[in-house]
């Protein structure tokens, strides 16, 4: 079982930035991805950005300029620098850690979700 953990959460002004970090342990074969989700009130969880162990980082079109994704491959974090946040970010963030372990019924991928950090941005 994997345990994911965000933090770094909190409440900013518009144009203000904040720093998410999100930490992976237990037993972990090989993490194919790691990436960062946000969930606004009333809405869709959607991917803000992501980044592969073997290739790299993506980003949703509404945050790219602003928001760097980076890993910490030796101690399996995961980090969203975020600048320049808008009201419209504000939004409970989630971290999800994609594994890959290969057996008897060939490559299964297992995904691993935090409890989420809320992210609030005033106006």
């Known amino acids: 079982q994997v345990q994911v953990v965000e933090s770094g959460g909190g409440s900013v002004r518009a144009g203000g930035s904040l720093r998410l970090s999100c930490a992976a342990s237990?037993?972990?074969?090989?993490?194919?991805?790691m990436a960062w989700y946000r969930q606004a009130p009333g809405k869709q969880r959607e991917l803000v950005a992501h980044?592969?162990?073997?290739?790299?980082?993506d980003y949703a079109d509404s945050v790219k300029g602003r928001f760097t994704i980076s890993r910490d491959t030796a101690k399996n974090t995961v980090y969203l620098a975020m600048n320049n946040l808008k009201p419209k970010g504000a939004a409970a963030y989630y971290c999800?850690?994609?594994?890959?372990?290969?057996?008897?019924?060939?490559?299964?991928?297992?995904?691993?979700w935090g409890q989420g950090t809320q992210v609030t941005v005033s106006s």
């Open positions: 999800k850690v994609t594994t890959t372990e290969v057996g008897m019924q060939g490559i299964i991928d297992y995904g691993f």
């Open positions: 237990g037993v972990i074969f090989r993490i194919k991805t």
């Open positions: 980044v592969p162990t073997d290739g790299n980082a």
